[in-house]
C-alpha cells in the first residue's frame, strides 16, 4: 500500500519559514519525481516545486529564490523548505510522487497559513 504523509504545516508570520516534509512508504522511491502543489481557496491546485530522481529541481516562479526542494532517497523523505513566506502562500500543500500515469500518487496535504 502506498502512504504518502505530510507534515510541517501551520500558522506562520510573513516572512517566516517553514518547512514540509513528505514520507513515503510502498514505493521505490529514488525513481520517482516528486513534487509539492498547493491549493488555495476557491483556486486550482497548482504545481509548486519539482524534484526528478537525479536531483534536477524546478520552481514555480513565484516561489523561486524562497523554496528549496529537496529528497533523502535513504529517509524515503521529500522537503520542501520555504522562506520568506507571504500571505498569499496559504494554501494546502500537497506531495506527489509521480513514475507513470498509473504510478501517481498523492498525499492528504497539509495546510500553511501565513497570517500576522
Known amino acids: 500500500q502506498v502512504q504518502l504523509v505530510e507534515s510541517g504545516g501551520g500558522l506562520v508570520q510573513p516572512g517566516g519559514s517553514l518547512r514540509l516534509s513528505c514520507a513515503a512508504s510502498?514505493?521505490?522511491?529514488?525513481?520517482?519525481?516528486m513534487a509539492w502543489y498547493r491549493q488555495a481557496p476557491g483556486k486550482q491546485r497548482e504545481l509548486v516545486a519539482t524534484?526528478?530522481?537525479?536531483?534536477?529541481?524546478n520552481y514555480q516562479d513565484s516561489v523561486k529564490g524562497r523554496f528549496t526542494i529537496s529528497r533523502d532517497n535513504a529517509k524515503n523523505t521529500a522537503y520542501l523548505q520555504m522562506t520568506m513566506l507571504k500571505p498569499e502562500d496559504t494554501a494546502v500543500y500537497y506531495c506527489?510522487?509521480?513514475?507513470?500515469?498509473?504510478?501517481?500518487?498523492w498525499g492528504q496535504g497539509t495546510q500553511v497559513t501565513v497570517s500576522s
Open positions: 510502498g514505493i521505490s522511491f529514488s525513481i520517482y519525481r
Open positions: 524534484i526528478f530522481s537525479g536531483g534536477i529541481t
Open positions: 506527489n510522487a509521480f513514475l507513470t500515469s498509473s504510478r501517481d500518487y
